[in-house]
Each structure stands twice: as structure tokens, then as C-alpha cells.
């Protein structure tokens, strides 16, 4: 055969070629170990500590110096890295570890132009450099950091680390930045403030940037989330008018975001998808606040929601909206219909045998109200009280005359100066044909009625100050003293009869109190309930409170 010799030489040709790949991998495997473990010293020089095998998933050498750089960037950002040193010394440490950074990833960027990790660390890192040491061309030469941060996020849109980066170095030079400079900044804080982790890192700074609150507010989400961030940034500086700008903001955004949730969750029932439509319906129902203009999105919920047991936390947190409904149907009339009242008490678990009663009582379920009864010993204990006014007075709508004197027989005496007592007495002796009954009671009633109210008259629940205030005459306004406040001031809010009726940034006056509260808040004459509460936890003691 003529080409014989082929067969040798080729097969010589092939063991030559594995020969020298093999070779090549080992040079190559040599040259990655030493890598690996120049990298690893000087890591451990720098005092980052970085797992082993962080470097060791690295396949080539330029992905091993670029993942060190890294690391070193990261721990350059660590809030403690300079804890313990004398400034200028940690500045000038500082300074050459983030040269030896942006050196590496400028010669890691070079040969992987696509690399946008590489970009990334050599225009922070140069940054930080600059930045630490003072150098002018921090400004001067600028876009040699502000160029290669550019590419990363032109390369990867979708990280975060570059636009956050990229905003916090404008925000940390925002008075040397052009009106259009500034312009793009915005910009970038808006798609970083979207991200709560980018909103908690850069919101403090924001606010001491930013001209007024304007431009401050201009960048946020419309999230209630981020606005209730807002709003604690605001409480801590004691700042009360931000405070309260962000907390009505906050309220708008909750409302909407409820609303849209209220018809997200419908949606998917009418899709037969019970489950979630369930979850999301007792979520609308938690995040509401327990106040009127809630009221409608909390029955909304409660009514639609599909039958179920509520975890402990759930019910936890709907615990307040029973407790006000209560209240309201105790003071006033119910605003909840009975079916829905009957489902919340339903969902708040672990209730005190007294709400439970009571709550059965005003979803009208008086047998289920009498079995509470039947359980319990002491009934005429003080929170047995409010259970036993209602009762009285549901008997005696019934002509249960006698069964309602009974009740009332048996209320607690720390009650019985209450005006909501004496309007229980007044109902019971009419339901009886009592004349005289029905004259003391209309007695003590105008006894109570009054058009001011002292400090002495306040009373406390869960942090509330309430004030039961019982009128004779229609009022149009009303005024409220404090007469302690925090030095660096509170911001309160008023509730009348289950309605937030405004929110005030309070402050002492020259060590005084601060002026009284005027609200317009039209009265009728009757029964109204007063309550005023500090919104950021601060301590405040109300004094006189006055209609006009």
C-alpha cells in the first residue's frame, strides 16, 4: 500500500500533541494554583477573610485575581473595616488596598472587555481610592471611575451593584455634579430606591442631599413600605414636619395598595383560585388600620374572605380592628354589620371570655353571648362591665325589663359614674315604665354633661389617652392642651368617635407647653369618645380639652 507510513506517523503526531497538552494543563494548572494562593495571602494580608473554595470554583488565573479584588472592595464598604484607627491612617491603608484593587481589575477588564464584575471593581475601587486619599482627580480626571461604573451598568442592567455604587459616589459628591449631572443621579436613586435593600443603604444620605423635601420625595417609590421607612428616617432626625408629610404620604399609598389588593383577591376567587385569593384577603384585612377610612376595605375583606382557620399571628394582628369595632358598637352603634363582626371574632383567636361575650352580643348571637357567661366566674368584675352595660341595654330594646335590671345589678362600681352607664339605666327604666328611675337617670346624665374636661378626666388604654366627653349642645370646634411633651417634640394624632380627625407636629414653647390642639371637629350632643395617641412612641400627658 503506498501509504503505509501514514499510520505511525499519524499516530506519533497525536501522542506528540497530547504530550505537549498535557504540558500546557499542567503549566496551566501550575499557574492557577499560585493564583489561588497569592490570592489567598494577600487576602489574609489585608485581613478579609474569604473561603477557600470562593477561589477555588475560579477556573483560570484572571478570574481568581478578579474574585480577590472583589472581596476586597466588598470588605473596603464594611461599616467596622476602620474601627479602632487613627483617621489618617485608616484613610491611607484604605487608599492603597483599593489601588491594588482597581490595578487588578483594570488588568482583568483589559483582557475581558465583557466583564462586567471587572468594571464594576475598577471604577469603585478607583473611587474609593481617590476618595480616601484626597486626590483631586477624584473631580479632576473623574472619568476614570465614572466610565468603567458606566460599562458595568451598561453591561449588566439587571445588577445592582452598579447602579448603587454609581449613586452613592454622585451622592457623596452632589455639590460638585452639573444641574444635568445631578439630573441623571435622580435618576439612578429612583431605580436604587425601588429596591428596599438600595433604600435602606442610601435613604439617610439622600435626605441630608436633597434641597427640601421636595426634591427628597421626588425619588421615591409610591410604596408603603418605603414611605413608613420615610417616615422613621424622619421620626429619628425628630424632624416632625417630614415626619408627618411622609406618614400622610404613607397613609394615601397604604390605601391604594389595599385597594388594588381587595380587587386582585377577588379576581383570583372568581378564577376559582380559593387559597390565594384567601391569603391575600386576610392580608388587606391585617395591613388596614384600625380607623374609619379603613373601615370599608377591612368589612370588604372580612365578608369575601372564604372560610378558614388564622394562624396566632394573623389573628394578632387583627385583633385591633375587633377591639375598635367594639368600641364602637359600645359607645355609638356598630359600623360593622353582625355577620362580619361575628367572622372577625371569629379570626381573633385567644380572646378574654369578656370581649368574646361581647363580641357574640353585638353580632347578635345572644346564646353563644349566655354560654360565655355560664363559663365564667365573677361576672360583676370590672371587664365584665362593658359586656353587662350592653346586655342591659339589649334586653331592654327587647322588653326584657327585668332580666336588663338584673344585668345592671351586677356591673362593676367603677362603672357605674360612667355616662355610659347611666344612658343603659335611662334605657332599662323606660323599658320598664320606671318615672323615676328614668328621671335620676336623665339627671346624673346632665350631671355628666360638661363643655370642658380636665387632665384628671383622661384614661389610659394600650397607650391611648381617651376622653369620654358627654354634651349637651352641638360644638363645632375643639381644642385640646398637652401638658407634656417630649423636649424634641412628638407628632400626635386625634381620633374622634373611630375617626382620625388630623395629625400635629407638637413642640414645647420656651420649656412651656406647647399651644392647645385646634381642631374643627362639628359635635352633635350625646356620647363621643376622644382619643389621642403619640405616633412615633414618644410619652405625652394630654391636659384640658374644650368645645366651642
Known sequence: MPFRWTGPLLRAALALAAVALALTAAGGYRSLRTSREAARAGLERDGVALD????????????????????????????????????????????????????????????????????????????????????????????????????????????????????????????????RKQRIARGLLAEVFRDPDGLGTLLSPWLD???????????????????????????????LAGFAEARQRRERSLLSRLRQDLARADRLSEQGRTEEARGLYLSVAERARPEARYLGLLQSAVQRCPPGPVDAATAQRLAPHLARALDRCLFASCDLPPATLKRLAHFVRDQEPSQAALAALFAGDLPRAALYERRIQGLG???????????????????????????????????????????????????????AGGARAAARLAALTRRSWGPQDWTWRHGTARLEMMTAAPAAELTVALDQVPANGALVELRLDGAAVGQFPVRPLAGAAPAPLRVAAPLGRGLHVLEIESLDGSQILPGAAELR
Open 52 to 179: 477557600a473554595a470562593v477561589l477555588g470554583r475560579e477556573p483560570d488565573p484572571d478570574g481568581v485575581r478578579l474574585r480577590a479584588a472583589r472581596a476586597l472592595l466588598a470588605a473596603e464598604l464594611e461599616p467596622a473595616r476602620h474601627q479602632g484607627l487613627p483617621p489618617e491612617q485608616a484613610a491611607r491603608e484604605s487608599a492603597a488596598r483599593m489601588a491594588e484593587a482597581a490595578a487588578t481589575a483594570r488588568g482583568v477588564l483589559a483582557l475581558r472587555p465583557a466583564s462586567w464584575e471587572a468594571a464594576l471593581v475598577a471604577g469603585a475601587a478607583t473611587y474609593l481610592e481617590w476618595s480616601q486619599a484626597r486626590d483631586p482627580r477624584l473631580f479632576t480626571a473623574y472619568r476614570q471611575w465614572e466610565a468603567p461604573l458606566e460599562t458595568a451598568l451598561r453591561l449588566a442592567p439587571a445588577k445592582r451593584e452598579p447602579v448603587r455604587f454609581l449613586a452613592a459616589a454622585y451622592l457623596e459628591i452632589w455639590p460638585a455634579l452639573s444641574p
Open 209 to 239: 442631599t436633597a434641597a427640601d423635601r421636595r426634591e427628597a420625595f421626588s425619588v421615591l417609590p409610591d410604596d408603603p413600605e418605603a414611605w413608613e421607612k420615610v417616615e422613621r428616617a424622619y421620626a429619628e432626625r425628630r424632624d
Open 381 to 435: 368584675s370590672e371587664p365584665w362591665a362593658p359586656y353587662l352595660i350592653a346586655k342591659a341595654r339589649v334586653l331592654a330594646a327587647h322588653g326584657q325589663a327585668d332580666e336588663a335590671l338584673q344585668a345592671l345589678s351586677l356591673v362593676h362600681l367603677s362603672w357605674q359614674g360612667k355616662p355610659l352607664y347611666w344612658q343603659a339605666e335611662a334605657e332599662v327604666a323606660r323599658a320598664a315604665g320606671d318615672a
